[in-house]
């Protein structure tokens, strides 16, 4: 079936540093979605990617849609002890809105 | 205005029991879709409803079952459980119709089967 990798599997990072993974998928997506969840809480939407090559914001947050429509990356800058947490990446299946999620990257910020 | 509810947030059953998960969507949105998130692993697709109708189903056994109501609500029921069917499920709506995409996440239920 149809899979995500996700890049690293965890990290640890100083506070103040910045960070950046990346999910690649061997099939064409047309969406891709960043989410972010907390011990105890759903996943809560970061950002969401609509155009191959399209690179959105969020604050601290930096998300591209890669150009082959295969892969994305989530870069956060200037990393503060909330930024702990989960951070799936996830596309929407065939436009179906059946979502399908990486593995997940655990982020830990040492203050 | 309220988020994706679920209930209840935690919940205990023994092998072979059948369990009733409960969620209302976000104010607006009209389709809802139930996640299974076994621990450390990414949310499973299990099934999405739209207009009262299952519209598109993962990879899981006809033990898992839903409903939607005429407000949005939803259901997900689980038959006979396995001690593999511990997890937190996630209930998800969105607006606009079923091929929508983000989804709003709710809390989740976390089950444990014993």
């Known amino acids: 079936g149809q899979q995500l990798n996700q890049n690293p599997q965890s990290m640890f990072i100083q506070e103040g540093e910045d960070v950046s993974m990346n999910c690649t998928s061997s099939s064409i997506f047309n969406t891709w979605l960043w989410y972010k969840q907390d011990p105890g809480e759903g996943p809560v939407l970061l950002i969401a990617l609509y155009k191959a090559g399209e690179l959105t914001s969020n604050g601290r947050l930096t998300a591209q849609f890669g150009i082959t429509r295969k892969d994305s990356f989530l870069n956060i800058s200037a990393s503060i002890p909330s930024d702990v947490g989960i951070y799936f990446c996830a596309v929407n299946s065939g436009n179906t809105g059946k979502l399908i999620f990486g593995q997940g990257t655990t982020l830990q910020v040492k203050p | 205005d309220a988020g994706v509810t679920q209930s209840p947030t935690h919940l205990i059953k023994t092998r072979g029991q059948q369990v009733t998960l409960r969620c209302s969507p976000k104010s607006g949105h009209d389709t809802v879709s139930w996640y299974q998130q076994a621990l450390g692993q990414g949310p499973q697709f299990i099934f999405q409803?739209?207009?009262?109708?299952?519209?598109q189903r993962g990879n899981f056994p006809d033990r898992f079952s839903g409903h939607q109501y005429p407000n949005y609500s939803s259901e997900l029921n689980v038959n006979a459980l396995l001690l593999g069917d511990s997890a937190l499920y996630l209930c998800a709506s969105s607006g606009g119709g079923p091929t929508n995409s983000p989804l709003h996440f709710g809390n989740g239920t976390r089950l444990t089967v014993t």
């Open positions: 409803y739209y207009e009262e109708e299952e519209r």
